[in-house]
């Protein structure tokens, strides 16, 4: 993550212990601090997560952000709202108003009052300048390897240590959980003043509910989830506040308007963007593959996939560089600052023309990091295969290190891919139960994920004549 650095050094200089909560947070932020820093995490995740791919939804999107936005304390600011092309389960604030939406959490509202809670609740992030010095731990220091800049520019850029702190691939801002009762409540209010049916709002966090008690066993938890707590409690309460209104006659939940804008958008991960099968990870469209050694744990990102042994001890990165040939490319790695050359080869990888460069570099806090670079044509393309190691551990992870490049290769002709899985939003022409949907997707969805995007239960008997959400495959 490139981003991280910069951030970092924000951080570092403005962090202060707040005399009242006793929470260390950014104080004396000026508004323009304030934009950099947001802007700083917009080309972060445009560059590593990428922006979902739908002009109409996006306006859609952003519309509607905007209108709350500007109805807000803070109108001024250069408010953007950005739907990420990410399945997790995720909205997040950057301060200086840029907001960000995942189709992931897209698939699971069910109308716009519930986009608008959510929306608003970030908003409110924003409009209450809560603090953003909360970026987990785990993020900053979770893994063995440093996190300081490295001398050797390319190197540098790798960020060692860093993807792994990315994990799902997007940059979450905690924030505390007095920050998120108070977004909940503006989220709210904003919700409100546009003239939104509150009602909707706890059901988003019910549906949250039920999905993290629906991944427990697999132990993954939503993202909106990990850094968003207590879905329980923030039912009751946004339930508690919509009890407050005191008529409903003029507010709307605009369902139908809302499901309408999701026909057709990517359900789930999009294979075409690579993924992971076990330890093997497969390309459909770039037609390369390698496999990582047991327990490494992949991060798939819009420009790189990264491969991290689970101390951090060593990681494998792939990524497409702008060169003509590998040789081309290999001369132009060895002429970085910085870089202490071990070794030099050209020695093909599984059949396609390589580049071998081995090396070692020293990071900016002085640890001796070693490593492999190899440089692979395939398919009119050539790929930096990266693989980087505390030269302390150098002895125990070379050859994870080498096994890992060297299984980099195209694909089998016949490799048969994922499919890619897309929301189908359909009006029911006779009833029927999420049971009989997921049957008649001929498998792009099971009845349980069907019935938690639609917010029902897998039994219910949805009505002839509802518009509802289904899968099938694009
Ligand atoms: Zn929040």
């Not at 104080?27 to 802007?39: D, P």
């Not at 519930?114 to 970030?122: D, I, N, R």
């Not at 939104?196 to 697999?218: G, N």
């Not at 009989?436 to 099971?446: H, I, K, M, P």
Request: glycine share 10%; net charge neutral; proline share 4%.
């Amino acid at each position: 993550m490139r981003i991280l650095p910069a951030a970092l050094a924000l951080l570092t200089l403005s962090c202060a212990t707040n005399p009242v909560t006793g929470r260390r947070e950014l104080s004396l932020v000026s508004e323009s601090q304030e934009i950099a820093m947001g802007q700083s995490l917009l080309a972060g995740t445009r560059q590593e997560t990428g922006f979902y791919d739908d002009p109409a939804l996006t306006t859609y999107v952003a519309d509607l952000g905007m209108r709350m936005a500007k109805a807000s304390e803070r109108p001024d600011l250069p408010w953007e709202f950005h739907v990420v092309d990410d399945p997790a389960v995720n909205a997040f604030a950057a301060p200086g108003g840029f907001i960000f939406i995942t189709r992931g959490i897209m698939a699971y509202l069910n109308s716009e009052a519930e986009l608008a809670g959510v929306m608003g609740h970030e908003i409110g992030h924003v409009t209450a300048k809560h603090s953003v010095s909360q970026l987990s731990k785990q993020q900053l220091f979770g893994v063995g390897l440093l996190a300081g800049a490295i001398a050797a520019p390319e190197i540098a850029n790798s960020g060692i240590g860093q993807a792994a702190q990315a994990g799902a691939g997007l940059l979450f801002l905690k924030f505390g959980r007095d920050d998120e009762r108070q977004a909940d409540e503006l989220g709210h209010r904003y919700s409100l003043h546009q003239g939104y049916d509150v009602r909707e709002m706890p059901k988003t966090f019910a549906t949250l509910q039920r999905m993290s008690e629906a991944s427990a066993s697999s132990g993954r938890v939503p993202g909106f989830l990990s850094t968003h707590p207590d879905p329980g409690d923030r039912v009751a309460a946004t339930q508690r506040w919509a009890d407050t209104v005191s008529s409903y006659a003029n507010l709307e939940a605009g369902r139908d308007r809302y499901l309408r804008h999701l026909d057709g958008v990517v359900f789930g991960n999009d294979p075409r963007q690579g993924y992971f099968d076990g330890q093997r990870y497969l390309h459909p469209v770039l037609k390369f593959q390698f496999t990582m050694p047991a327990g490494w744990q992949g991060v798939n990102q819009a420009s790189r996939v990264v491969a991290v042994e689970p101390n951090g001890q060593a990681q494998v990165e792939v990524s497409q560089v702008a060169f003509a040939t590998p040789r081309a490319a290999a001369d132009s790695f060895a002429r970085q600052q910085g870089l202490q050359l071990l070794g030099r080869n050209d020695d093909r990888v599984n059949g396609l023309p390589a580049s071998t460069i081995s090396f070692q570099a020293t990071t900016s806090q002085g640890a001796s990091l070693t490593g492999q670079a190899t440089f692979v044509q395939l398919g009119g393309a050539v790929y930096r295969v990266l693989g980087l190691t505390l030269t302390q551990a150098a002895a125990q992870q070379g050859s994870a290190i080498a096994q890992t490049i060297g299984s980099f290769g195209p694909t089998a002709a016949n490799q048969v891919f994922q499919r890619v899985r897309e929301l189908d939003v359909i009006t029911l022409s006779t009833g029927k139960t999420v049971d009989r949907l997921a049957q008649e997707s001929n498998g792009a969805a099971t009845a349980t994920e069907l019935a938690l995007i639609n917010g029902v239960e897998v039994g219910t008997m949805l009505p002839t004549g509802r518009l509802i959400k289904t899968v099938r495959f694009r």
